[in-house]
């Protein structure tokens, strides 16, 4: 899917603003629109990464299953142990001493791993295989718009609103990395090339949501861009991959850091009169044609209390 600007010879006001301000009338229409591209179709030179297949989802998830039921087992393995000793054990040796303090102390830290992993973030293996994965996926590329290991960039997922209360083993669209800086937001996904120019950029909004079957609670920065066919959002996840990043109200406070820098460089909803040649009154006239708009919704301003 790419959305592109229309072919359409621009109108003379048009024309007149972009020889002001020496650019293109093309490209100063381009800039108001997302650009969206598909590798292998709208990118025939670059394949997609194919990171979010069925076959590698449920390799991913056979593993992951093995890896908890490894950990249960051995923490099991250690309550039996430790039963033993309490009730089963009349006069303990040193050795059954020393097998009962390691029993208590390996079983105790492998259920408190493995609580820590399914109460607070329970698809982190998940996530770390699958930005492990992306980041070959992008290495291999020739012109990648974004560099994971590129200081700002993250690993984030697009999930339609449709699809959050939905129990499936994927939901997200596209993994991406994503970074925003003043010419816009770059996103390398998985499936589409992403890039969002300030004059696309209408705003955006925080959401808050616990997937179908999950006990996190997830936050969302819903991003609106213009496109040729109207509005689109993207609801862009963060998709934290370690420990450190594994707290609820620390993510949200990311996202709400992501919301706020898409709000200060979002031009989409600036309302400028288009530059009229024969206009009388000046302040129909604009110097800075370049973010002329002629779409006049009022600005989306940031939702997040900062």
């Known amino acids: 899917m790419t959305f592109q600007t229309p072919a359409s010879a621009p109108s003379m006001s048009q024309q007149s603003a972009a020889e002001q301000s020496n650019v293109s009338p093309t490209e100063a229409m381009a800039d108001h629109f997302a650009s969206i591209q598909t590798f292998g179709s709208d990118l025939p030179d670059e394949a997609p990464g194919r990171v979010l297949n069925w076959f ?37 040796g040193i050795e059954g001493i020393l097998l009962f303090v390691a029993a208590v102390i390996v079983g105790g830290l ?48 697009i999930v339609p609103q449709e699809r959050w209360n939905r129990l499936r083993l994927e939901t997200a669209t596209d993994l991406v990395w994503v970074r925003i800086d003043g010419d816009g937001v770059w996103m390398e996904g998985d499936r589409n090339r992403y890039h969002f120019g300030p004059s696309s950029i209408l705003g955006a909004i925080p959401q808050s949501f616990t997937p179908a079957g999950g006990w996190t609670q997830l936050h969302a920065a819903l991003i609106y861009v213009r496109t040729p066919d109207g509005p689109e959002e993207i609801p862009l996840v963060y998709r934290d991959f370690r420990f450190a990043n594994m707290n609820s109200s620390d993510r949200r406070l990311q996202r709400d850091a992501m919301v706020d820098a898409i709000c200060e460089i979002a031009r989409g909803s600036e309302y400028e009169p ?29 939702h997040t209390g900062a």
């Open 56 to 92: 590698r989802q449920m390799v991913t998830l056979l593993g992951i299953t093995a890896f908890h039921g490894t950990l249960s087992f051995v923490a099991s393995l250690c309550l039996l142990l430790t039963i033993r000793f309490v009730f089963f054990t009349s006069r303990p």
């Open 110 to 157: 492998i259920a408190a791993t493995q609580l820590m992993i399914v109460c607070r973030y329970e698809e982190y293996p998940f996530h770390l295989l699958l930005a492990r994965r992306l980041r070959r996926v992008i290495a291999g590329r020739r012109n990648p718009v974004v560099q994971p290991n590129e200081e700002g960039s993250r690993f984030c997922e």
């Open 274 to 302: 288009i530059y009229v040649p024969t206009a009388t009154n000046p302040s129909q006239a604009s110097d800075t044609s370049a973010s002329n708009n002629p779409y006049a919704p009022p600005r989306m301003t940031s």
